[in-house]
Every structure is written in structure tokens, then in C-alpha cells.
């Protein structure tokens, strides 16, 4: 039962495995992986290939190219990475749509400490990690669909604002394995982050994917109590715009022009 069980879900999650994969990107490092080994062992090209064997087969791995394609396998192995066995190419940056405010070092804490009634989702990273880069779509999703008056999203490039990083206590280094890190803030202060960090300074496992954080910040909830704040700001605006325009009255006839009007009729009869 043990080992049937991590089948059934590799199984289960299958199509979104192969979806996965079939990225463009994906597909390019795939081939970038294999194409050198394809071209050394492939006859009638390999021939054209210059090698340091002692026999002199230029179809064959030299000492030296072997020493490399182990070492970068080992570099690979020990990140731990998605792409385990490929040499995988670094995501592209995203560029689809967004309602992302970007902070830097002077805007962050006047932005969070602006209102208090609005509800901060901010997006702690760098542009150097290949998480925070893989995290970047998804992100921009859950912004897309919970964007409001009351509940808005940030991000800060770390990387870029080390003094950020330490008032916030997020670090950049790659073994903390903080980057990403998602911060609620209300009322300008800091209510829940993930992922966690333990007693020495490396972040709690914690998977970046959109049920997670819907369900970890609850997105849903906070949406619905977000748009009474809306709905509030529309009503002061109606007020203030009364306020200024007030309606204007109706005009009413003259009562002597209404008397001559009768009078003239009747001395038409």
C-alpha cells in the first residue's frame, strides 16, 4: 500500500505533469540537453568532431568531456531542482497583464501605513531566483481575480533593496530558500507570511501554488469583506458629489399669468 499510493498520485497529477513540461522553454532546455550527446553519437557528424581519445574516435566521449557532463550533473543534483536529470534553461520573465503595485525602498511603508482599512498582499523577490520567476504567472493571476479597493497587491525586488530585506526580514540568500515570500499586512502591519521560518533562518517547506495561498490567506473571505469597502467608497463619492451639485429646483408658473390665460378663454366663449 505504501508504494501504491505515491503511483496513484503521480498518476493523478499526470496530465498536469505533461502540461508542465510541454512549456516552451521546457522543451528548448530539453533539447539544448541532449543535443550535444546526439551529435557526438550520431554517425556521418561525429566523424567532422574534433577529440582528444587516444584512438582517435571522434564518434566516442574523451576523458574531458566526461569529467564536465559529470560535474554538471552533480551541480544538478545537489539544487534539488524541478528539472533533476536536464540541464533546464531559466524560466522567461513574465509580461501578461497585472494589478501589481511595485514598491521600492522609500514607497513600501507609505503605501502599507496609507490606509488602514486596505488589506496588503505583498510579494517579497528577486529577479535572480528561478522561483520567484516561476511564481511570477501565478501571481499575477490571483491578482487579476481578487484585485480590489480593499485588498491590493505589491512586490519588491529585494535583490535590489537589501535594506528591505533586512527591516522585513526576508532573506536572499539561496539556502534560507526564502524567495519567494508572501506577506499579509493590515493595517500596515505584518499578519501572516509564508513560507514560515524556523528558530535558524530557513524557511518551512511550503508550495507556491494558487490553492495553497488561496487557502492559506484566505483570498476568498478577504475578498468579500474587501468589496463592502468599495461599495462604501462609491457611497461617499454619491454624497460628496450631492454635496457639491445640490439638485436644482423646479421653477413654478406665475399664478397672475395662469388667471390672464383663463380670463382671455373665457371671453373667447
Sequence with gaps: MALLTPLFAFLYHLPQVYKWLLKPYYVASLFMSIAFLLVRKTPGICEHLSTQREDGNPCDFDWREVEILMFLSAIVMMKNRRAMFLMTCKPPLYMGPEYIKYF???????????????????????????????????????????????????????????????????????????????????????????????????????????????????????????????????????????????????EEEPEAETQEIDNESKKDK
Design 104 to 250: 521600492s525602498d522609500k514607497t513600501i511603508d507609505e503605501e502599507l501605513e496609507r490606509d488602514g482599512r486596505v488589506t496588503w498582499i505583498v510579494e517579497f523577490f528577486a529577479n535572480w531566483s528561478p522561483e520567484c520567476q516561476s511564481f511570477a504567472s501565478v501571481y499575477a493571476d490571483l491578482s487579476l481575480k481578487y484585485n480590489c479597493a480593499g485588498l491590493k497587491f505589491g512586490k519588491v525586488d529585494i535583490g535590489r533593496y537589501s535594506e528591505v530585506s533586512k527591516k522585513y526580514k526576508v532573506s536572499t540568500s539561496p539556502l534560507s530558500k526564502q524567495l519567494p515570500s508572501l506577506v499579509l499586512f493590515q493595517g500596515g502591519k505584518e499578519v501572516m507570511r509564508r513560507p514560515q521560518v524556523d528558530k535558524k533562518g530557513r524557511a518551512v517547506s511550503w508550495s507556491f501554488t494558487e490553492e495553497n495561498i488561496i487557502r492559506e490567506f484566505n483570498l476568498n473571505e478577504l475578498y468579500q469583506k474587501s468589496k463592502k469597502l468599495n461599495k462604501t467608497k462609491g457611497e461617499k463619492n454619491e454624497k460628496m458629489s450631492e454635496s457639491q451639485f445640490p439638485p436644482v429646483p423646479e
